[in-house]
């Protein structure tokens, strides 16, 4: 078994290397997705499948043949895929009277269904029908979410994280300036869902930020919410969990006060205060001399009295 | 007049500049109600205006959603453009933080794993891993040779010569006795192995009892049997036995001992009766059973031989032989009491 537990080992370096990329690591792979046809399919689901497989390549698998399951009634037989392909997301497309071109997304924790989204297609535009120079594939795109309704209704909300994580791409830690061609545009608005994928480019302004202008490139889906599965409050907070050891380590001892002062205490032992090291004047330095001195001169005014 | 005049210019000119730069940042500024929310590790950002459906519907869909869009990918970009950047290889790169939305796992947080038995004593100790270097100096080869693998050095299977030690058997197969040491200790390694498994999994292993999911053989089922068997109240002696099944060998009591003082007539009987039986100068021997018995041996190992010599034919040789050779001798000095007496059977 693959996650054997150590007693199948593997016996090349090749399948070894293999299974590491698939278990549970601190910092995660990219999310791959699974796009998969239902048992019928209309020309637009499977056009557009094509074309949203295009915009998630390398991170995608498109599926051939035709899955005759309803992912709403039963997940196993996605569960199964999922874990051969380690794959956890998924786009499952079908078509059928009751509900045309119709786009399931959804995505998957430790191979079980965790949230399922279906929207249906009411207009597509391909990628082919756009007779424009197109983004290299892999680019990481940038993502706008406009409309209210993506922050107050809970379904669209849990749309929003989904599409993000659909859509978001490997996290990288730095980017290339010229290379931020691609936007992905999604509108919330009189209920129905408008994606629309641009290309960017990058204008001479006065000043050192550039000024955009877009041109269309990409398909433009315009989507309607229709049934969800979203998973129960507590399997998403598990999902969310991340482990300690990602958690930055915090310094402690140091405060910061209203200024910006740094502020950090100094724990001493117990001090002997007779025994302080002090600044000495030697000039004030009481000497044996001195004392006698003293005594003479306090026993010498009085004789100096008598005589004046 | 010319001071005015000069002021003047300076006025305008003043005048004129703010006003080319205001033009400049008009080309970069958007207007929106609300700022946007950024989270710029994603390259992502969220508008909550409120779009106007009335707006939506007046102008034509398309524009309407490309106007939106540039003005807020004008503002991502805006924000992105505030970042550190660095130059890498000709191209200037920004470094992005680190993503702010929270987004699902994939798969769970690996667990730690507990030490193994030897890890636990390491920490005891103090004992601290010792990086060992690949390549070892091969004395008899004189060159660098890797520590395990491949030609390694100081390669103990590849002796052609072991000198027996003194305190062993001289008729003892010595390869074949390092072959099997290593089996062994692979085998203890592998055990060891699979008990740390099981030890961090908190699985539960029978010491005696059959493992689950192993290929079960038929003496250790057998062996189960018997153990399950007995271990009643009354140590098995009123359980059931399936039709078949034959009554097992050991039952009860392992031996038994006659008390010290107990029947003296029936040890005055027995005392007798082995006295006649020294006398009778008959071999106790059954001499048909034991050639039987030796030439049963003898064929089987030569079975076991010819299959050995099969699979791996140096190294079952010298097994072979050897094994052969032991089992020869031992029976040897049966077989030469039986045989020689097969020769004169009805001399006595």
């Given at each position: 078994m693959a996650h054997s537990d150590g007693i199948t080992k593997p016996k090349t370096r090749r399948s070894k290397r293999f299974l590491e990329t698939r278990e549970p690591k601190?910092?995660?792979?990219?999310?791959?997705?699974?796009?998969?046809?239902?048992?019928?399919?209309?020309?637009?689901?499977?056009?557009?499948?094509?074309?949203?497989?295009?915009?998630?390549?390398?991170?995608?698998?498109?599926?051939?043949?035709?899955?005759?399951?309803?992912?709403?009634?039963?997940?196993?037989?996605?569960?199964?895929?999922?874990?051969?392909?380690?794959?956890s997301l998924f786009l499952f497309g079908s078509h059928n009277k009751k509900r045309p071109n119709n786009l399931i997304f959804g995505r998957l924790f430790d191979f079980h269904v965790l949230d399922m989204i279906e929207l249906g297609v009411e207009k597509f535009v391909s990628l082919s029908e756009f007779k424009i120079s197109k983004c290299p594939e892999g680019t990481k795109p940038m993502l706008v979410f406009a409309g209210e309704a993506f922050e107050m209704d809970n379904e669209l909300k849990r749309l929003k994280s989904l599409l993000i994580d659909f859509f978001r791409g490997p996290t990288v830690p730095a980017v290339r300036l010229a290379g931020l061609e691609h936007v992905l545009h999604f509108t919330a608005v009189d209920g129905k869902i408008y994606l629309r994928s641009y290309r960017c480019l990058l204008k001479k302004s006065g000043c050192r930020i550039p000024r955009?202008?877009?041109?269309?490139?990409?398909p433009s889906f315009d989507l309607v919410l229709r049934r969800t599965h979203l998973a129960s409050d507590d399997l998403y907070k598990l999902a969310h969990k991340q482990p300690k050891a990602l958690k930055p380590k915090k310094k402690k001892n140091i405060s910061h006060d209203a200024f910006g002062t740094k502020f950090g205490r100094v724990h001493m032992q117990k001090q002997d205060l007779s025994k302080l090291q002090t600044r000495k004047m030697r000039g004030l330095k009481k000497r044996k001399g001195e004392v006698v001195a003293e005594e003479e001169q306090r026993s010498e005014p009085k004789v100096a009295k008598t005589e004046s | 007049m010319l001071g005015i005049m000069a002021a003047c210019s300076v006025e305008e000119l003043l005048a004129k500049a703010e006003q080319e730069e205001a033009e400049k940042l008009k080309t970069i500024s958007v207007q929106k109600e609300l700022d946007l929310d950024f989270d710029v590790g994603n390259l992502l950002a969220c508008d909550k205006n409120r779009i106007e459906s009335r707006d939506f519907k007046e102008q034509k869909k398309e524009d309407f959603l490309r106007a939106l869009a540039r003005d807020n990918t004008q503002l991502l970009i805006n924000e992105i453009w505030k970042l550190p950047t660095e130059r890498v290889e000709e191209a200037i790169v920004a470094k992005l933080p680190e993503p702010a939305t929270r987004l699902p796992r994939e798969k769970p947080p690996p667990k730690p794993k507990p030490p193994t038995k030897w890890e636990q004593f390491a920490k005891l100790k103090g004992i601290q891993k010792k990086k060992k270097t690949n390549m070892v100096w091969d004395e008899t080869a004189k060159e660098w040779r890797r520590r395990w693998g491949y030609k390694r050095a100081n390669d103990d299977t590849k002796d052609w010569l072991i000198e027996v030690p003194q305190t062993s058997d001289p008729n003892e197969?010595?390869?074949?006795?390092?072959?099997?040491?290593?089996?062994?200790?692979?085998?203890?390694?592998?055990?060891?192995?699979?008990?740390?498994?099981?030890r961090a999994q908190k699985i539960k292993t029978p010491g005696v009892g059959l493992l689950p999911r192993t290929k079960q053989s038929k003496d250790e089922l057998s062996r189960a049997v018997s153990v399950a068997k007995t271990s009643t109240a009354s140590a098995g002696r009123f359980q059931d036995r399936l039709p078949k099944e034959k009554p097992p060998k050991n039952a009860g009591k392992r031996r038994k001992f006659e008390p010290l003082i107990g029947d003296f007539s029936s040890e005055k009987q027995k005392q007798l009766e082995l006295l006649k039986v020294m006398d009778s100068k008959r071999p106790k021997l059954d001499i048909t059973k034991a050639v039987n018995k030796q030439m049963r041996e003898e064929d089987r190992e030569e079975a076991a031989s010819k299959r050995k010599g099969r699979k791996g034919g140096a190294a079952g040789r010298p097994k072979g032989k050897g094994g052969k050779g032991k089992g020869g001798r031992a029976g040897g000095g049966k077989a030469g009491g039986g045989g020689k007496r097969r020769g004169k059977p009805g001399k006595r």
């Open positions: 601190l910092l995660e792979n990219v999310k791959n997705a699974m796009i998969m046809k239902g048992g019928n399919t209309s020309q637009t689901v499977t056009q557009a499948l094509k074309d949203i497989y295009s915009l998630k390549k390398p991170n995608a698998v498109l599926y051939k043949k035709k899955n005759i399951t309803r992912p709403f009634e039963d997940s196993t037989s996605l569960e199964f895929f999922s874990k051969k392909s380690d794959c955009i202008e877009l041109e269309e490139i990409g | 197969d010595q390869f074949a006795k390092r072959v099997h040491a290593k089996k062994e200790r692979v085998a203890k390694n592998e055990f060891n192995r699979l008990k740390n498994i099981a």
